[in-house]
């Protein structure tokens, strides 16, 4: 089960890195260009319009922080969740702003402090609510694994 867990993870860690690249309209520059454009990135001020990709970044991250904490905190006690929670939210804070940074290398993709920002709420809730109902999902998906009957019905409960 835990092997199954790491290529979720992987599977989607992914996805949100190829997802963020998107078109993949690479444009190199020299590297202190780049450092010195991420310096100065801005918060953008979002109309209505922008709101979609605002929650989209949001959601992004959720699921990502969601597995990763599931994978490390299986049988974990308090002090061992909260280290991983905390480790978490600060590998998902690191890999957003890499994220921001490759865009800048993707002139079609937009660059700002609104998506740090929105990734990195969305790994805090991934983790709060894998703190809550991590256990439950890996109840469930033991119980998944471990069923010799093929109905749905029965994998979906919990």
């Known amino acids: 089960m835990k092997n199954h867990l790491l290529y979720a993870v992987l599977l989607y860690l992914t996805f949100v890195v190829y997802g963020s690249l998107v078109p993949l309209d690479f444009k190199p520059m020299p590297m202190d260009e780049a450092i010195e454009r991420f310096r100065h990135i801005q918060y953008l001020?979002?109309?209505?319009?922008?709101?979609?990709?605002?929650?989209?970044?949001?959601?992004?991250?959720?699921?990502?922080?969601?597995?990763?904490?599931?994978?490390?905190?299986?049988?974990?006690?308090?002090?061992?969740?909260?280290?991983?929670?905390?480790s978490i939210l600060f590998t998902c804070v690191l890999l957003a702003l890499v994220i921001e940074f490759t865009q800048i290398y993707f002139p079609p993709r937009t660059v700002s402090i609104n998506?740090?920002?929105?990734?990195?709420?969305g790994a805090f809730i991934g983790n709060t609510v894998g703190w809550f109902f991590g256990h439950r999902f890996l109840i469930w998906l033991k119980q998944w694994y471990q069923k010799d009957d093929n109905s749905l019905d029965r994998y979906l409960q919990i």
């Open 45 to 86: 001020n979002l109309g209505i319009g922008s709101l979609a990709d605002w929650v989209a970044n949001i959601l992004l991250m959720i699921p990502l922080a969601f597995l990763w904490f599931a994978l490390l905190t299986v049988n974990a006690r308090f002090s061992a969740k909260f280290f991983c929670f905390i």
């Open 115 to 121: 998506d740090i920002v929105a990734e990195s709420l």
